[in-house]
């Protein structure tokens, strides 16, 4: 099987990396993903900030960590996938490109290729809610549909209850310039300062207020409800 870099076509924009973490590959036939936890510098161009063997080999296996939990908990709200630890690579078994980019990636589209697709998202939600699990890798593109279901990855910047508190300036290699910008005005208004360590609840709040812009406003209130109910 033959794999390729995985892009995501943004209008206005063109090609950009689909993540900034790791190494994104698609099959030939768009019939397995893969998510190889290695900065490739033909595909990341110089631009990915883990270039520390140490927090890769984190990421990777928070991962898998989360991957397997969802898996044995709730499978029906993750791909079925294999690991090849040895060379840190996530095998995916998808059905075409990610949520995100069938819509063209833009909202307008979600209704058209997954006309509940708020719903099934919002099931997911709960069910790390349930797991006490905290997922701060929100974008659309952390999403694929196989046969009609959505199905949850990106498990690599999820903690769990216990762990923390967090600070938002540990946390930026995972966050885009652009992403940046829209969140600093979110987290002037919620009163949180970068280097401020903060719950992981809280963090879960930027987190959907930082995605705002990606998502329906009331889809954002619902999510949050999620998590505001204790």
């Given at each position: 099987?033959?794999f390729?870099y995985y ?10 990396r ?5 190494t994104?590959?698609?099959s ?17 161009k ?6 520390d ?8 296996t ?14 029906q ?9 040895q060379?840190?690579k ?5 059905r075409?490109?990610?949520?995100w980019?069938q ?11 997954l ?16 797991l ?20 949850s ?9 216990g762990?923390?508190?967090l ?13 940046r910008?829209?969140?600093k005005?979110?987290t ?13 609840q ?8 930082s ?20």
């Open positions: 099987m033959t390729n892009y995501n076509n943004v209008p206005g924009v063109g090609l950009c689909n993540n900034l973490i790791y994104s590959l698609m030939d036939n768009k019939q397995v993903f893969c998510q190889w936890y290695h900065n490739d510098s033909d595909y990341h110089g631009m990915n900030e883990v270039v063997p140490s927090l890769m080999d984190m990421k990777f928070r991962e898998v960590k989360y991957l397997r939990l969802m898996s044995k908990e709730y499978p709200h993750v791909p079925t996938f294999s690991i090849d630890e060379e840190r996530i095998y995916l078994e998808v075409g490109d990610d949520f980019e819509a063209g990636c833009l909202e307008e589209n979600y209704l058209k290729i006309p509940d697709w708020q719903e099934q998202m919002l099931e997911i939600f709960n069910a790390h809610k349930s006490g699990l905290y997922k701060y890798s929100l974008h659309p593109s952390s999403y694929f549909i196989v046969d009609g279901k959505l199905k990855f990106n498990y690599f910047f999820t903690y769990e209850e762990e923390g508190p600070t938002v300036r540990e946390h930026l290699s995972h966050i885009s310039e652009k992403r910008q829209k969140m005005p979110k002037d208004e919620m009163g949180i300062d970068w280097d401020a360590p903060q719950s992981l809280t963090m879960q709040m930027l987190t959907f207020e995605f705002s812009s990606n998502y329906p406003n009331e889809f954002t209130e619902s999510a949050k409800n999620v998590f505001s109910v204790n």
